[in-house]
């Protein structure tokens, strides 16, 4: 055999091989998929101290209190077509302060079930007029979504000082339940600093 022979058999025996280095690889990647296929990933890292509450527990326009396993007591309610255009109907200037950007537009409302001076609030039903809310001690008044009203003749509430909007919760939607995450207290929020 002539060198220029031996070089094309080379040639060809390094093409095979590599051909079937790729075929192999490729084969053992296709067995590898249905095991990648089987592990769950999850949508996001979940928080700790989370609370789930399944859908088919909330009532549309009806806020629920759910206590967080960090203690605190929350109000969740499920918005739908209905409920979102009857509290996008209420004129801003009912309102002591404008409503936040995005709040009306998810599934949920959930806020803290303490003013901003720790007071609990509880939680009014609809009557005639007033499409439900929270009321506090002290006369304030809130809609659903947690947006402190100013005094009117269209819902119970007393009290003709100027109060802050409730505090919103996160969550996330999770399959058929909602997911909802503690805030930081103030205390904790002071020791991390340190």
Do not use: C
């Amino acid at each position: 055999m002539t060198p220029a022979m031996n070089n094309k058999t080379l040639e060809r025996r390094k093409m095979l091989s590599g051909g079937i280095k790729l075929l192999i690889g490729i084969g053992v990647l296709f067995l590898l998929v249905p095991f990648f296929r089987s592990i769950t990933w999850s949508e996001s890292p979940v928080p700790e101290n989370n609370t789930l509450v399944n859908n088919h527990d909330l009532v549309a326009g009806v806020a629920q209190a759910v206590t967080l396993q960090d203690g605190s007591t929350v109000f969740i309610t499920r918005l739908n077509d209905v409920v979102r255009a009857r509290l996008q109907a209420v004129p801003e200037d009912r309102f002591w302060y404008p409503t936040a950007p995005g709040l009306l537009s998810g599934d949920y409302v959930a806020v803290q079930a303490t003013t901003s001076l720790d007071e609990p609030i509880t939680w009014l039903p609809p009557q005639g007029n007033w499409h439900g809310g929270f009321s506090a001690p002290n006369g304030a008044i809130w809609d659903i979504a947690g947006r402190a009203l100013k005094p009117s003749s269209n819902h119970p509430g007393k009290s003709s000082m100027k109060f802050s909007n409730l505090m919103p919760v996160p969550w996330q939607a999770r399959n058929d339940a909602v997911m909802l995450m503690p805030l930081p207290r103030p205390s904790s929020i002071i020791e991390s600093s340190e």
